[in-house]
């Protein structure tokens, strides 16, 4: 060693430099502490599985540190750390395997298995024997893996009516067309479907509820939504509908917020509306919007919406009554029977579940106020008032289809100088 004051060598125990007189100590601590910290990077490191190399180049880059490989490997095998030697018990390693297969770990397979091992448990274990334990203490889980399959999680329903999904389809929105569906969870019945000017509005979406309610003549055990403020009233109702009934889940157990990841049933029938429906739509009005005729204002939603709801109803209706009469095929990771929706829906008993509904009376209902909602297609009353004016007066047709629906919206568009 050299003193950095004179540059004189002095020996490991040397109190104060020969030449100027300095003292040593605080210095010798110093470098004591520096090897310490060197020396627990170097073990942090090699326990990470990093090759002797790399830990040298890791050491230099990071840390400034300038090793070579002989020092690296005589400081791990002071602090008892090899490659090949000094491996724990087989005994050790199962108890370990074992515990770790309570939690989580019954998912690992034997290489992160035996990273687990080294990593978190600080053993020394070979990667085969690891692989050998693992296959017998989980043979299940090995033969999973090793057919590559993917475990899920069985999607349970007692029944028709036993839970409702219910949430809104935000892709046509920017066009002004707002969608609003619900299906039940154990038949797949699409039980309403409506296109509006907003499915924003919890007083609309109340609507929706009640009057899907009234036809049926049930109210469901179970009704479950997102978190968006407009779902807040049918919640309510929900609640209200179901507050005499006696059940685990009557009252305000009766309905559930959860997040889009537990309203699965309907957040995967978007996907299945589009491909089919709703994909039409959004290529039809970006037509529009890419040759100029809609900016995306309000006046020009309104136009489209006066122009296009009862098509798009229509062509939703359309869509649900398809699918309520289609053939589910039977899945294996579903206690849901396959089969046509309408069929599971009306006729339980053929599939051996039960009705999970509760009958409601009219009375019951009409007690809401939103069951006598008045929807304006357009969404504005002033606009709605002047369009159907402009009908009057150039004694225009109710469009039947796409096309005729679209030659009104330019014919209006041009009169009215939106």
Known sequence: MFCPFCGVSFSLFTPFCASCGWSLELLRDTDQAEGSDNLQYCIQYFNEGHSYSVIVDMMLSLHGVKMSLRSLKSKLNNAGLYRRKHFHSRTTISNVIRAELQGPGRLFGYRTMWQVLKQKHHLKVKRDDVMKV???????????????????????????????????????????????GCIDRFSRKVLWLECGPTNNNPVVIAYYYLSCVGSLGVVPMRLITDCGTENGIMAAVQCALRHHHDDHFSRESSHMFGSSTNNQRIESWWSICQKGRAQFWMELFADLRDAGHFNGSHEHQCLLRFCFTDIVQKDLDECVKLWNTHRIRPSRTASSPGGLPNELYYLPHRYGSRECGFLIQQSEQDAFPESRLSVVVCGDSNIQEYLNFVMEQNHFQKPVCWESASELYMKLLEIAHF
């Not at 296959?135 to 839970?163: A, K, V």
């Not at 219910?166 to 067309?177: C, E, P, R, V």
Request: net charge positive; hydrophobic share 30%.
């Open 134 to 180: 693992l296959r017998e203490l989980n043979p299940h889980g090995c033969q999973m893996r090793t057919r590559r399959s993917f475990i899920r999680r069985t999607y349970h329903s007692l029944g028709p009516n036993y839970m409702w999904h219910a949430d809104g389809y935000d892709k046509l929105k920017s066009f002004g067309l707002a969608i609003s």
